[in-house]
């Protein structure tokens, strides 16, 4: 079974410009999470998804974030504009809504983001 | 809101010591408490987790956490390491249906 599959894996780009991240979670699972670590920061919860409906973006930093899931398979977090201070490596995790609390969370390999 | 706090930023250790990564957490309901693994360029795996029952919980790879109610602890602990557990550890506790990440503890297993 694939697990969660993040893309880009790298990327780098200029100041200003627009981001896009991707997630396939694992099939099955209705629970889905962007996170973002920085040496900074740690791990931080930007925002999750239950059943494609967002419930907490209160972690997003700003209006340049926004997420979206349009089905149970596929979600995206796009950064416009990008700014150096946005250079961490995003993950994304799925699980399945009855065990998202017991902890049982499946990250992907995540996507690493630098801004220039 | 819920909260962890991994006092140690980096643990240096020889090869075949003990080691322990502390964790303390806060919250005045029941938690879940879980330990995750990160290895170099990877995502989060989950180690191990104390849901209920027996305070000592073992995971993955020989580790092995206390849940300690009275000093809100949940340290994990390997009594021989080896190279391969060089990684970043994450102490996490979940609120609601969400988990919220300590800032990690880098072990660093020297030969």
């Known amino acids: 079974d694939a697990g969660v599959i993040q893309s880009p894996r790298h990327e780098v780009t200029e100041m200003g410009q627009e981001v896009t991240l991707r997630c396939k979670p694992i099939?099955?699972?209705?629970?889905l999470f962007w996170y973002r670590q920085t040496m900074m920061r740690g791990l931080e919860l930007l925002i999750y998804?239950?059943?494609?409906?967002?419930?907490?973006d209160s972690g997003m930093p700003e209006d340049r974030f926004s997420a979206k899931m349009p089905n149970a398979s596929f979600s995206t977090l796009k950064i416009q504009p990008s700014e150096p201070r946005d250079s961490a490596v995003y993950f994304c995790?799925?699980?399945?809504?009855?065990?998202?609390?017991?902890?049982?969370?499946?990250f992907g390999e995540g996507s690493r983001l630098t801004v220039l | 809101a819920q909260s962890v706090t991994q006092l140690d930023s980096q643990v240096p250790v020889f090869e075949e010591a003990p080691v322990e990564l502390r964790c303390n957490y806060s919250?005045?309901?029941?938690?879940?408490l879980f330990w995750y693994v990160q290895y170099p360029n990877q995502g989060l795996q989950l180690l191990l987790k104390?849901?209920?029952?027996?305070?000592l919980v073992k995971g993955i790879n020989g580790f092995e956490a206390e849940f300690n109610k009275s000093q809100t602890s949940f340290h994990l602990r390997k009594p021989s390491v080896h190279i391969s557990d060089t990684a970043e550890y994450f102490c996490?506790?979940?609120?609601?249906?969400?988990?919220?990440f300590g800032t990690g503890t880098r072990l660093q297993v020297f030969p």
């Open positions: 099939s099955g699972h209705n629970s």
């Open positions: 995790a799925s699980s399945r809504l009855a065990s998202a609390n017991t902890g049982e969370l499946f």
């Open positions: 104390y849901l209920s029952g027996s305070t």
């Open positions: 919250s005045s309901v029941s938690v879940y």
């Open positions: 996490a506790v979940s609120e609601t249906d969400k988990l919220i």
């Open positions: 998804f239950n059943n494609n409906v967002p419930i907490d």
